[in-house]
Nanobody, 117 residues
Framework: QVQLVESGGGLVQAGGSLRLSCAAS????????MGWYRQAPGKQRELVAIITSGSATNYADSVKGRFTISRDNSKNTVYLQMNSLKPEDTGVYFC???????????WGQGTQVTVSS
């Protein structure tokens, strides 16, 4: 059974940093594009950042220059380093994986990030 488990969320003041982790199990991690999405209260889920199996990355304009996505295939883990956090970064952050061969998608349960002003 494929599992994605996020961790690292919490409460932080504006300007602070957090690092989110997403550990994958039950899957061939290296053939997946991994992504971070977030959902603020009353809003739709939106893409934050993705990283392909070849480590190409893409970011939402709102987080460019502040967030960095990375992966460690030896640990089946993807990370999201978030710096210079703003109150508008508040939301539930979800990890997502897409099998680059089959297109199959899976989601984690999410981790809450709250940035106070």
């Amino acid at each position: 059974q494929v599992q994605l488990v996020e961790s690292g969320g919490g409460l932080v003041q504006a300007g602070g940093s957090l690092r989110l982790s997403c550990a994958a199990s039950g899957t061939t991690f290296s053939i997946h594009t991994m992504g971070w999405y977030r959902q603020a209260p009353g809003k739709q889920r939106e893409l934050v950042a993705i990283i392909t199996s070849g480590s190409a990355t893409n970011y939402a304009d709102s987080v460019k220059g502040r967030f960095t996505i990375s992966r460690d295939n030896s640990k089946n883990t993807v990370y999201l380093q978030m710096n210079s956090l703003k109150p508008e970064d508040t939301g539930v952050y979800f990890c997502n994986k897409i099998n680059e061969v089959t297109g199959r998608i899976a989601w984690g349960q999410g981790t809450q990030v709250t940035v106070s002003s």
